[in-house]
């Protein structure tokens, strides 16, 4: 069992940045892949950035560029760095669990946490 606790959520201004981290329990938060979605107000939930347990990297079209996932192992902690944020960025966001990144990208993840809302006011 993997619990999942999401912090960093907040109000922005569109332009500034934000960074979120998720802090795993269990002790074998170094074999996931791990990836951070989104669900804005009336959407579907979609990946936004992925890390495998190797370290290699998965973003989303939307962000690519603005948008950075790191993990550290040795604190069970994953990170995304999110800069120039935009109005369409507001949504809540959760971390994942999971065997994949590419499990990931069709939504399927082991543990989810609960999400922190960002919202970005232009």
């Known amino acids: 069992q993997v619990q999942l606790v999401e912090s960093g959520g907040g109000l922005e201004q569109a332009g500034d940045s934000l960074r979120l981290s998720c802090v795993a329990s269990?002790?074998?938060?170094?074999?996931?892949?791990m990836g951070w979605f989104r669900q804005a107000l009336g959407k579907e939930r979609e990946l936004v950035a992925a890390?495998?347990?190797?370290?290699?990297?998965y973003y989303a079209g939307s962000v690519k560029g603005r948008f950075t996932t790191s993990r550290d192992n040795a604190k069970n902690t994953l990170y995304l760095q999110m800069n120039s944020l935009k109005f369409d960025d507001t949504a809540v966001y959760s971390c994942?669990?999971?065997?994949?990144?590419?499990?990931?990208?069709?939504?399927?993840?082991?543990?989810w946490g609960q999400g922190t809302q960002v919202t970005v006011s232009s």
């Open positions: 994942a669990a999971g065997t994949s990144i590419g499990a990931m990208t069709s939504r399927v993840a082991n543990y």
């Open positions: 890390i495998s347990s190797g370290g290699s990297t």
């Open positions: 269990g002790r074998t938060f170094s074999s996931y892949a």
